[in-house]
């Protein structure tokens, strides 16, 4: 919404590219009309009013490029220009203006990091980006909302493995991220509303397992906690959720297991819940893989700002603790409820509000085809380790390396000294079957010499000395099997340092669309990546970001050969739509 009420609208996506144009709408005419292109076509970016009444849109996606490039738009002149470049290339991010005319960018997401933690600020004096504390969280499609107080409240979202509870707020004071209450129901694709009362109303959205959401929760950042409140009558994905200047706010759209929604409905805000007197605690992490050490953490003060004297924990698992902020260390898979009932300074006993779970998995030892690709046996179980000093590679939690993990709590740090150490397995591949191999590479100092090599069934795919200094980056290769046993080796030397591996993982190729031709009311979609027997279903949907438990299935194939396929859609070409996006799903 621009200072004269009109409404911009830059970017996005059109028949499947990023766009750089721009359109404003004027309400009062009911008209759009086409104003200045940006410099850069992007999608999956965000646009903040700034208090100067320029428009400031950061990063986005382009054509297989995550941008760290920002732009200004002038509303006056109608005109786009480039500001300063974000420190971290992202997309999926939210942005927030501040009290202080500053906007702060949280989150999204990265080709080379994945899911981000890492936070900006962007000042309009200067037009420049500096990083600020990270979330507690890696996060991406989140949503964020400015606080009464000042402070910024990030809700939910996704990590690339599931959607997330969690909660952080911002405190601009200190430029740190601190873990707030957390939400009953994990969600994505959810709104976030902040009520007259001051409240936050978090509606719909989707879960794990790709339901759309009916529930509702309110957040009283008072206490720091959530609270259920009224169902959506319709449970809706993607919704929009609008503030009136009545007070009630309208959800409307979205889409779930039926297909897409045109209806809407109000919530109307009740009367303010009677207070009742709970200390609040803290859980981090709230999941994770064998073992797994949360942090638990009370408020110092119940809700009625009595001092806490004692805690009593049980962290579900049999274990106890009377320490005010105790740390356990779950060593068992399992959803564990943990309690907190404290004792305040007039002598009353109070229960704990805080995560009602803590879930806690087993590391996962295959990665698609390769056996402890993570290496989260906390050895090179399954490798084969040869050539050079062996001794100079191992496998570590990082406290020797003082390389983090990828994921999980193991890699394998590489430090060969002179020549080449190998690691080596053997992998149960299908003839004429394209898999994709990925890994993690970690060099943290860039000192040389240094080396990597990446072979498959003896046919080198990369050999790069000498790497320059580099964080987690995803090396990814399409690869052909010609027999049921494919060796995968890799090479490596550091001789001042180590080199960081992790999250080794080959997959059968998923087939991809190559092309689409019109043939009568027809279509003609040719893929690649094909495995002959597979079953290929054909999706389609008019909107992009919809979960795939919402697109359309028009076609059914099992493939009759490997490698480059045609399957044809008939009867699907409708003049009444504009766009249409297909893909393939196998089984």
């Not at 006056?76 to 906007?103: D, E, F």
């Not at 694709?189 to 007259?196: E, F, G, I, T, V």
């Not at 740090?413 to 190998?422: C, H």
Request: aromatic residues 8%; hydrophobic residues 40%; charged residues 10%.
């Amino acid at each position: 919404m621009l200072p004269n009420g009109h409404v911009l609208v830059a970017g996005g996506y059109g028949n499947g590219v990023a766009l750089n144009s721009a359109e404003i709408y004027d309400p009062n005419a009911g008209t759009w009309s086409v104003t200045g292109s940006m410099t850069t076509p992007r999608a999956d970016h965000t646009a903040t009013l700034l208090t100067n009444g320029l428009v400031l849109v950061p990063g986005g996606y382009d054509s297989g490029t995550w941008l760290a490039s920002s732009e200004l738009f002038n509303p006056a002149s109608g005109t786009w220009t480039n500001t300063g470049t974000l420190n971290t290339a992202r997309n999926l991010h939210t942005a927030t203006l501040l009290p202080n005319g500053k906007v702060l960018v949280a989150g999204g997401y990265s080709d080379t990091e994945g899911a981000l933690v890492s936070s900006e600020l962007f000042d309009p004096t200067t037009g420049q980006w500096t990083p600020t504390g990270p979330l507690n969280q890696a996060r991406l499609q989140h949503l964020a909302l400015l606080l009464p107080s000042g402070k910024v409240l990030v809700i939910g979202g996704w990590n690339e493995s599931f959607d997330l509870a969690t909660c952080e707020l911002y405190d601009p004071g200190t430029g740190q991220w601190t873990l707030t209450g957390s939400l009953a129901t994990a969600r994505v694709y959810h709104s976030a509303n902040l009520l007259a009362n001051g409240l936050v109303l978090v509606a719909g959205g989707q879960d794990n397992n790709y339901n759309a959401l009916a529930t509702s929760e309110l957040y009283d950042p008072s206490s720091g906690t959530w609270s259920p409140t009224a169902e959506l009558n319709t449970a809706r994905s993607t919704l929009t959720a609008t503030m009136l200047p009545s007070g009630q706010v309208l959800a409307a759209g979205g889409g779930n297991s039926s297909g897409l929604l045109s209806s809407s409905e109000f919530y109307t805000l009740g009367p303010a819940p009677s207070p009742t007197n709970f200390v609040a605690f803290t859980a981090y992490p709230t999941s994770g893989f064998v073992p797994l050490t949360v942090q638990f953490d009370s408020a110092s003060s119940d809700t009625a700002s009595n001092t806490i004297v004692a805690w009593n924990w049980a962290f579900g698992d049999g274990a106890i603790s009377t320490a005010p902020n105790p740390t356990h260390t779950y060593n068992t898979a399992g959803t564990f409820s943990p309690t907190l009932i404290a004792t305040n300074s007039l002598g009353g006993t109070l229960t704990g509000i805080g995560p009602a779970s803590i879930t806690v998995t087993n590391v996962p030892v295959h990665i698609g085809l390769v056996l402890n690709g993570g290496f989260e046996t906390g050895d090179f179980t399954s490798w084969l380790l040869f050539g050079g000093d062996p001794g100079d590679n191992f496998v570590d939690n990082g406290s020797i390396s003082e390389i983090p993990a990828h994921s999980g709590e193991y890699l394998a740090a590489l430090g060969s000294v002179g020549s080449l150490s190998y690691l080596s397995q053997a992998l149960a591949t299908a003839p004429g079957t394209p898999y994709t191999l990925s890994l993690w590479l970690n060099s943290p100092d860039g000192q040389t010499p240094n080396e990597f090599l990446v072979s498959w069934n003896g046919n080198t795919l990369l050999d790069r000395t000498n790497l320059p200094a580099l964080g987690w980056t995803n090396l990814q290769f399409t690869v052909s099997a010609t027999g049921a046993n494919t060796i995968l080796t890799l090479g490596f030397r550091d001789d001042l340092s180590y080199l960081g591996l992790d999250d080794v993982g080959v997959f059968p190729a998923r087939p991809n669309v190559a092309g689409i031709r019109l043939m009568g009311t027809n279509l003609v979609l040719t893929g690649i990546n094909g495995v002959s027997g597979q079953t290929c279903y054909v999706l389609v949907s008019t909107n992009l970001t919809l979960p795939l438990s919402q697109w359309t299935r028009v076609a059914t194939n099992v493939l009759s050969v490997s490698g480059n396929f045609a399957i044809t859609v008939t009867n699907t070409v409708s003049r009444n739509v504009s766009r249409r996006f297909y893909l393939f799903q196998t089984q």
